[in-house]
């Protein structure tokens, strides 16, 4: 998927001839729930210390290096829109056979409708009237995730779920994650509500 590295830059972890500022206790609080909540889980013990640490000082918590083809995606809508849902599932199961699911996926043949198997769940990524009157990127990108999400739970081995971040944007971004660790970045303040993770939950 195309990609110009602004999502890097966006989530970068402070250097040293940054703005030397330090986080509050709202950063603190973040850290910690967002270190229970599990989002560094696939990280050594050492590293997770680290991006606790440095989400405690101010950094940002979503550390693309740190996160990036772990539990963080790409997931370009225009792309999906235009037939890419199955390619895009596919680089994706490999991360979600850790949490308890095998993805089959294969695209419909159908005239009018852009439709998806999904472990043979029928998903209608998009209809002629989403072009019409809806935001297809962003609807290419949700619909099949919030699929994902019902084998995630169907699975039970993790409260991981699937959350989108511009959804529909050619640098749409989709984030394995804690519900819980989501609403600690929500709670904390810090974020507008655009610059947290939205649970992928369909229509």
């Known amino acids: 998927m195309k990609f110009d590295g602004e999502a890097a830059r966006r989530f970068r972890p402070r250097d040293a001839g940054d703005d030397p500022c330090r986080g509050d206790e709202r950063h603190r609080v ?11 889980d696939h990280l050594s013990a050492e590293l997770r210390e680290s991006a606790m640490a440095e989400v405690a000082t101010g950094c940002h918590p979503l550390h693309f ?22 390619r895009f599932l596919r680089a ?5 056979v850790r949490y308890g699911v095998v993805l ?30 809806g935001d297809p ?16 739970a169907a699975a039970g081995r993790s409260a991981l779920r699937a959350h989108t971040l511009y959804a529909g944007g050619n640098e749409g971004l989709v984030f394995l994650m804690d519900p819980r660790a989501a609403e600690a970045m929500r709670a904390s303040g810090l974020f507008p509500e655009h610059e947290v993770p939205a649970l992928a939950d369909g229509e």
Do not use: H, K
Not at 30 to 40: F, P, Q, S
Not at 92 to 96: N, V
């Open 65 to 86: 290096d740190l996160l990036f083809e772990q539990i963080e995606f790409f997931a370009d809508g225009e792309e999906l829109a235009e037939g890419g849902v199955e």
């Open 92 to 96: 994706l199961a490999p991360a979600l």
């Open 104 to 133: 089959e996926v294969e695209t419909v043949p159908d005239v009018d409708d852009y439709i998806v198997s999904i472990n043979g769940i029928r998903c209608m990524v998009l209809r002629p009237e989403d072009w019409e009157g």
């Open 137 to 152: 990127w962003a609807l290419s990108t949700v619909r099949p995730l919030a699929v994902v999400n019902q084998l995630l």
């Open 30 to 40: 973040m850290a910690e729930a967002l270190n229970r909540y599990g989002l560094w």
